[in-house]
């Protein structure tokens, strides 16, 4: 793994954003190939999604051949919610920029059978061909760190959660900015 140390966050938010924007650019998506894409919600993602949609106002950047797949969601919580990380991702950043909603994967936590949901979401993935990239967050109880994703409560661990939905472990090419 390559470790990135910055001394800002506006700086590293610039980093991974350039490093996303490059990746997508170099597979060159297409009608026939999607890059997928494996994001995280939460506010450290945040300067980076502003980044983003910045180079796809800018003319840099498209998302209309690109799929993602969301790491977690809320057990409960409406979608609709403003709390819910499918509100979260569209209002930050899905509703800026080109990407169709068909190509935008987030877990359903209202789900009646959320192993079914889990193994259901996993699928899709495969048949995705895999997460080409996976862009993770900081997580204080390191669920992710090992590319862990999940169906989840709250942090606090009052509410219930369900870590079912599984990434590939970080990979000797990984970089931690």
Known sequence: MKLIILDHYSQASEWAAKYIRNRIIQFNPG???YFTLGLPTGSTPLGCYKKLIEYYKNG????????TF????????????????????????????DI????????DGNAADLQAECDAFEEKIKAAGGIELFVGGDDPHHRRSQGICSVQ???????????????????PHSVCV
């Open 31 to 33: 009608p026939d190939k």
């Open 153 to 171: 409560g709250h942090r606090g661990g009052s509410e219930p959660y369900v870590d079912r939905v599984c990434f590939p472990a970080a990979s």
């Open 60 to 67: 840099d950047l498209s998302f209309k051949y690109v799929k």
């Open 100 to 107: 169709h909603p068909e190509n935008t994967h987030i877990l």
């Open 70 to 97: 969301n790491m977690d969601e809320y057990v409960g919580l409406p979608r609709d919610h403003p709390e819910s990380y499918h509100s979260f991702m569209w209002n930050n950043f899905f509703k800026h920029i």
